[in-house]
């Protein structure tokens, strides 16, 4: 049961920002939003966790709604490489994930 | 590479067959999570380990599915009697647990094909 909704695709163009979309409204105070990305033929590789204040790493940004029934990862420059499949996932850290579908991010040159 | 290591990468058998796959985890993670992909689809849980413990198993594992992390290093996953419908990617995963960091790190996968 992935409990979060995420659009099925999304395009941007190279170098230029993307926010991707997720929605959890039923999400528990406990849980965190955590981001994953699966490149074509590989496993999924950790983007990003926040709770409730907006996070910021190497790879990306956490937007978290104060009300933390939605979120948006960010992609500062968008490049060919981060074109994959985008997981947004409700839980605790180290426990099971139930990934949905995911978005599936296509950049173009 | 992110350190997870699974094998076989690629395994075609035949239906009614018996497969075992290995993951060797991260060496210091002591909570390992199998999962299994479909084609189009996101990963589906179906079981995790604190240590040698086997913590919680999905509904989606049959009684054909057995995992073991013995000594709490690596885990193997066995099929039993394969279906035709157990074709997938299975993928392992590892983390630190209650200690964190958080992240689960994920291994290639091994790509079960059933004829």
């Known amino acids: 049961d992935a409990k979060t909704t995420q659009p099925n695709s999304m395009e941007s163009n190279e170098e230029e920002p993307v926010h991707l979309p997720c929605n959890h409204s039923?999400?528990?105070?406990?849980?965190?939003i955590h981001w994953y990305r699966q490149l074509p033929s590989q496993g999924p590789e950790y983007v990003i966790h926040?709770?409730?204040s907006n996070v910021n790493n190497r790879m990306a940004s956490l937007a978290i709604a104060e009300d933390r029934k939605s979120s948006t990862l960010i992609l500062h420059r968008a490049t060919l490489r981060d074109a994959a499949v985008y997981y947004c996932?409700?839980?605790?850290?180290?426990?099971?994930?139930?990934f949905g579908s995911g978005t599936k991010l296509n950049v173009k040159p | 590479d992110t350190g997870v290591s699974q094998n076989p990468r690629h395994k075609i058998t035949k239906r009614g067959q018996n497969v075992t796959f290995r993951c060797d985890p991260i060496?210091?993670?002591?909570?390992l999570y199998w999962y299994r992909q479909t084609l189009g689809q996101g990963p589906e849980f179906l079981t995790y380990?604190?240590?040698?413990?086997?913590?919680?198993k999905s509904r989606l594992l049959s009684d054909r599915f057995s995992a073991e992390r013995p000594k709490g290093s690596f885990s193997t996953l066995e099929i039993q009697r394969t279906e035709q419908g157990d074709s997938a990617m299975y993928l392992c995963?590892?983390?630190?647990?209650?200690?964190?960091?958080?992240?689960?790190?994920f291994g290639p996968g091994t790509r079960l094909t059933v004829t």
């Open positions: 995963a590892s983390s630190l647990g209650l200690a964190g960091p958080y992240e689960q790190y």
């Open positions: 039923t999400i528990s105070g406990t849980d965190y």
């Open positions: 926040g709770l409730t």
């Open positions: 996932i409700r839980g605790l850290p180290f426990n099971k994930f139930y």
């Open positions: 060496s210091e993670h002591n909570r």
């Open positions: 380990f604190q240590n040698e413990a086997q913590l919680e």
